[in-house]
Structures are given as structure tokens and as C-alpha cells.
């Protein structure tokens, strides 16, 4: 019998922030399925503490969390870094591969914002059907970015009007910024905009753990905020042993 696997975007953190259908499909599965980084990054507990709040406010009745031990990835700037994610991915797929069977049932995975933007789900998923070893049938149900929710906290509209906007990573924004006036910036640990030529040309919104109880907001010329910014994200990250920050850039 083909099983359920659902793929569900809980949003940033806060439980107000789930949407009604991700709600519904969390009633509907049997268990959930989060990947577990505690072993290497003992801080993140929380991050799973906030999975099971939105799981008490949401879910009726009992409910039944499975923790998938999150394989090692190789962060230290391999050459092949394309390989090197092709690589953890395999092994993510395995390992919640693994999961499913263990537990029997319908599952779905909890994924932090959407699972579209910037998240493995969708391709782990693909890679447990491409093997067969399990018979699933994936769905995936959007959840609120931290890109949208960084833009209602700081009251804005993304692009410029008659305007694009580039989503990147902090690995590719030096290259990107060259041509493009208008970035959100994602998965950037060493705050790589202060590395730009002309920090003074640049506006920033910054975010940090967006809709969790220590969130950070900072806004203004990238020149006279950049010390501030990496000032509260070590804080953060020394006070809760995890952050995941989040910005806008815009020349002129």
C-alpha cells in the first residue's frame, strides 16, 4: 500500500504562523518526522522544542514525533561543494529512508519556512522515491518564509517598483551584487555583506531567528549597521547555540 508522505512547511517557528492547511495535514498523518542535529550541535534542541510547540497547538489529541539523526556534512569549503551537498543529501535520504521503515503509516516531515525556498525536503523526498525501497506518495504544503515574515517585520515591499529582486546565498553574493542593485540574502554565517566594496551604497534589513522569542531586527546604511549586526547575531548564537538570519540589500 503506498503510504503518505507529507512535506510540510510550519513557517518560521511561531505557531501562529502555521497556515490552516498545514494544521490539517499535521491531524492527518500518523507521526512526524524531524531531523535531529542535537549529536553535533547540542543547541538545537530548541529547534526541535519549537517543532513540538507548534505540534501541542496545532495537533488534536496525542501525536508522536520521530527524530532522524541529521548526517554530517562537510562545511569546511570543499572544492566540489556541489558534491558535497549532493553528497549529505544522499544520506539524509537514507536516513529518514530508515525512519520510515521503522515506523509504519502515513508521515510528514516538518520543515522549518517552506519547503520551495532554500530546503532539502523536497529533493530527500524525490531521492526516497527515485530508490524504491519504500512506496511513499509525496505532497508538499507551503509554509510563510522567513524572507516574507523579514519583510512584515520591517514594513516592506521587496522589490523596487517595475523591479526584480535576486534571492541568494552569502557564498555567491560578492558575484551577484555586482549586477544586481536589489538581494535577499539567505544561509550567510559570516555576514559576507561587510566584505562589499561599498558598504556605504548599500541600505540592510537584517533578521535573526525570525518568529522565535529572541528575535533580532536591525535596518539602515550597511556602513553604520554592519558592527551592530554581527554583534547581535554572536549573541544570539552564543545565548541560544543556534541562529538562522536572513536579509535584504538594496544600492542606493
Known amino acids: 500500500m503506498i503510504r503518505r508522505l507529507a512535506l510540510v512547511g510550519l513557517g518560521p517557528g511561531d505557531p501562529e504562523l502555521v497556515t490552516a492547511e498545514a494544521a490539517r495535514v499535521l491531524n492527518e498523518v500518523d507521526y512526524f518526522l524531524v531531523a535531529d542535529k542535537t549529536a553535533s550541535h547540542p543547541g538545537t534542541a530548541d529547534l526541535i522544542a519549537m517543532r513540538e510547540a507548534i505540534c501541542d497547538r496545532h495537533v488534536t489529541g496525542e501525536w508522536r514525533l520521530v527524530a532522524v539523526p541529521d548526517p554530517e556534512r562537510d562545511r569546511d569549503d ?19 529512508e530508515h525512519a520510515l521503515l521503522e515506523h509504519p503509516g502515513d508521515a510528514a516531515v516538518l520543515v522549518w519556512g517552506d519547503p520551495a525556498l532554500y530546503d532539502s525536503a523536497i529533493r530527500l523526498a524525490d531521492r526516497i522515491v527515485e530508490r ?5 506518495s509525496v505532497a508538499v504544503v507551503p509554509g510563510l518564509s522567513s524572507v516574507q515574515l523579514l519583510a512584515a517585520r520591517h514594513r516592506l515591499v521587496l522589490n523596487v517598483i517595475g523591479g526584480p529582486i535576486t534571492i541568494t546565498t552569502g557564498r555567491r553574493l560578492l558575484d551577484d551584487a555586482v549586477d544586481h542593485d ?41 556602513s ?8 547581535r547575531r554572536s549573541a544570539v548564537q552564543a545565548a541560544q547555540g543556534w541562529v538562522m538570519d536572513t536579509y535584504l540589500l538594496r544600492r542606493g
Not at 78 to 96: C, I, K, L, S, T
Not at 132 to 136: F, L, R
Open 224 to 231: 553604520e549597521v554592519a558592527d551592530e549586526i554581527w554583534e
Open 78 to 96: 570543499p572544492a566540489d561543494y556541489a558534491g558535497a551537498v549532493r553528497d549529505w543529501h544522499e544520506a539524509r535520504a537514507q536516513a529518514f
Open 132 to 136: 524504491g525501497v519504500v512506496d511513499v
Open 182 to 222: 536589489n538581494l535577499v540574502v539567505m544561509l550567510d554565517g559570516a555576514l559576507t555583506c561587510r566584505k562589499l566594496a561599498d558598504p556605504a551604497a548599500w541600505q540592510i534589513w537584517w533578521g535573526a531567528n525570525l518568529g522565535s522569542p529572541g528575535e533580532q531586527l536591525v535596518a539602515g546604511r550597511l
